[in-house]
């Protein structure tokens, strides 16, 4: 399967060197590992803040590719998709999962070696366990109310 985020004309180890703001857009592109989790529903505590994670998945993601179907028009089609930036990072990285590779550098903490950035094979996410292939349900397959019963554990 190719991996449809280009990580090619990079500078050098720019995730190890470089501050998230100081990033060009397609490094910031790349820095996506693939896995998928951010697109798993959530559920939030509203007293505590916490943020569970869900087996089920927007209607968008490809549970094979674990890719978003439609990535260049997504907020069209969900407008409550949240698209991560240097700015707004600090902002979601709480709920983002524990290997999102945004979060990690966010947390001054480092990449994965299975990180396509790291590997060079857009594959190594996926053999390693740390994406949502094969695993999630889709959202219209199961009522909000239940969502509860497919809580995940979220794990580095
Ligand atoms: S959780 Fe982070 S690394 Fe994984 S797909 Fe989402 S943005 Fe990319
Ligand atoms: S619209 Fe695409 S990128 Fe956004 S949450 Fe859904 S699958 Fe993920």
Redesign the pocket.
């Known amino acids: 399967m190719s991996d449809p985020i280009k990580r090619e004309g990079l500078r050098e180890k720019f995730w190890e060197r470089l501050p998230l703001k100081n990033l060009a857009p397609k490094e910031w592109e790349a820095l996506c590992d693939g896995c998928g989790k951010?697109?798993l529903n959530k559920l939030e505590d509203p007293d505590t803040g916490e943020v569970a994670l869900t087996r089920i998945?927007?209607?968008?993601?490809d549970n094979e590719t674990c890719h978003?179907?439609?990535?260049d028009i997504?907020k069209q089609?969900?407008p409550e998709?949240i698209v991560m930036t240097p700015d707004n990072i600090a902002e979601y990285a709480y709920w983002l999962p524990a290997t999102c590779a945004y979060k990690l550098l966010w947390e001054g903490k480092a990449l994965y070696d299975w990180h396509p950035l790291i590997s060079g094979d857009g594959e190594t996410v996926h053999k390693a366990g740390a994406s949502v292939q094969g695993w999630t349900i889709p959202e219209f397959e199961v009522d909000e109310e239940d969502w509860e019963d497919y809580i995940i554990e979220d794990t580095a």
């Open positions: 951010c697109c998945a927007c209607r968008l993601l978003c179907g439609q990535y997504r089609l969900v998709c």
